[in-house]
């Protein structure tokens, strides 16, 4: 995995990119994943969410997008040690560290 964005610019959430984000995920977007899930709950119609579930995909880009930015060598290296052991957390430490460290949560 070379990069977490495609050559347009906008981010690839692959599993590892997504596994990598995960906690700014939870975050940054918390809000929006309670709605969607309080509406899943709420009704077990799916149609009746996609509004919802559109905006939690809108925010998770949207951080994706600023995560790039803001660090992307960190989010390249972790992402990609991520892919290439198969998004498991213990053999990615260090780069989970440095990616932390300049991308705070």
């Known amino acids: 995995m070379d990069s977490t964005m495609d050559a347009s610019g906008e981010p690839i959430p692959t ?3 997504l596994m990598s984000a995960a906690k700014h995920i939870g975050t940054r977007c918390r809000g929006e994943n309670m709605a ?3 509406c899943k709950k709420d009704d ?3 149609e009746k969410c996609l509004d919802k579930g559109r905006q939690v995909t809108e ?3 949207h951080l994706l ?3 790039h930015q803001n660090c992307n060598k960190e ?3 972790y992402a990609g040690c991520m892919y290439y052991h198969t998004n498991e957390f213990e053999l990615c430490r260090k780069e989970q560290q440095s990616f932390e460290k300049a991308c705070p949560f």
């Open 15 to 17: 599993s590892s990119v």
């Open 75 to 77: 989010m390249d290296a």
């Open 36 to 38: 969607f899930l309080k």
């Open 65 to 67: 997008r600023g995560l």
């Open 44 to 46: 077990p119609n799916p």
């Open 59 to 61: 925010c998770v880009l």
